[in-house]
């Protein structure tokens, strides 16, 4: 079945250093989403990407889609403690629920 | 709005008993999911409703019953609780079909089995 791979598993960043996320799958996607889960709290869908090569920002987040359609990135510039929590990529493969598998996610610790 | 509700909040429950878990949307969105979260493993789909009449198995359906009872609730019961189902269980409504539909979640049911 289809695989959403996400790394890393863990980041600590000083506040004000950057980050990254990375997502991949094992099968070309139709479109991915994100979403950021504050520690125990809920998900809260982030952004939807659909088109190859694809790059939306929203303040300091950046979110890239591959030309391939296989992989995404998560880029949030000069980080702040608000920014603290897990985000999840959902790889989609059409408009089935079944089809949207979600990666393992990303633990972001932001230290002061 | 409230959103998506979901109750109860914590549950622990005895190897084998049963119990329903509620889940209600009032943005009158047409789908409804169930999924699990486990520790390193993100979110796992269990059921969902693309519509009102309509449930489908996801990722690990086993052990679990659905009913979506009105366009608003969705329900999700397990008949006979097992330890491996201790997990948080987040319902989730989208307007759309949900793979290319973002999805808004409740708070979550925190499910203890022991």
């Known amino acids: 079945g289809q695989q959403v791979m996400q790394i890393p598993q863990y980041q600590h960043v000083q506040e004000g250093e950057d980050f990254t996320t990375y997502c991949n799958s094992s099968?070309?996607?139709?479109?991915i989403q994100w979403y950021k889960q504050r520690p125990g709290g809920h998900p809260v869908f982030l952004i939807q990407?659909?088109?190859?090569?694809e790059v939306k920002k929203q303040k300091r987040l950046t979110f890239q889609f591959g030309e391939a359609k296989k992989n995404s990135s998560l880029h949030i510039t000069a980080t702040q403690t608000t920014d603290v929590g897990t985000y999840f990529c959902?790889?989609?493969?059409?408009?089935?629920?079944?089809?949207?598998?979600f990666g393992s996610g990303t633990q972001l610790t932001v230290l002061p | 709005n409230a959103g998506v509700t979901q109750t109860p909040k914590f549950q622990v429950l005895k190897t084998g008993q049963s119990m329903t878990l509620q889940c209600a949307q009032d943005?009158?969105?047409?789908?409804m999911y169930w999924y699990r979260q486990d520790p390193g493993m993100g979110l796992r789909l269990i059921y969902y409703s693309a519509s009102e009449g309509t449930t489908d198995k996801g990722e690990v359906p086993n052990g679990y019953n659905v009913s979506r009872l009105n366009k608003r609730e969705f329900s999700l019961r397990l008949e006979s609780a097992a330890p491996s189902q201790t997990s948080v269980y987040f319902c989730?409504?989208?307007?759309?079909?949900?793979?290319?539909?973002?999805?808004?979640f409740g708070n979550g049911t925190r499910l203890t089995v022991t």
């Open positions: 099968t070309t996607l139709s479109n």
């Open positions: 959902a790889g989609g493969r059409g408009g089935s629920a079944r089809q949207l598998t």
């Open positions: 989730a409504s989208s307007e759309g079909a949900g793979g290319n539909s973002p999805l808004h």
């Open positions: 990407l659909v088109k190859s090569g």
């Open positions: 943005m009158n969105h047409n789908s």
